[in-house]
């Protein structure tokens, strides 16, 4: 008798089920991906100007300690734009790209 009566929920339950997506479903689905795209783009961006900052500290110092890396992980678009435009006015410690004295 339980049997019976499952089967009949799951029947109720898969007729009621709405077999497509309605307008609304379908602009926030778009919504969704073109928010998704934009923030992956970015983030892109964000990971290209991290990569030129190391390449370009690399070339000019060497060596990047690790105090550096860590600043150029978790920095935010404007100080990376700044921190890349340093590296050309930079004297000769890696510390005068990021507006540091010193670091040691």
């Not at 609304?24 to 991906?33: F, H, P, Q, T, Y």
């Amino acid at each position: 008798m339980e049997n019976a009566i499952l089967e009949e929920i799951k029947g109720i339950e898969e007729n009621n089920k709405m077999q497509y997506v309605t307008s609304v479903e379908r602009m926030a689905i778009a919504r969704g991906l073109e928010k998704g795209m934009a923030q992956g783009l970015e983030e892109g961006m964000l990971e290209g100007e991290r990569k030129i900052l190391r390449r370009l500290l690399m070339r000019r110092f060497q060596v990047i300690p690790d105090w550096a890396e860590d600043r150029i992980l978790h920095g935010a678009d404007a100080e990376l734009e700044q921190w890349l435009e340093n590296v050309f006015d930079a004297t000769t410690t890696i510390e005068s790209v990021f507006g540091e004295q010193s670091s040691t």
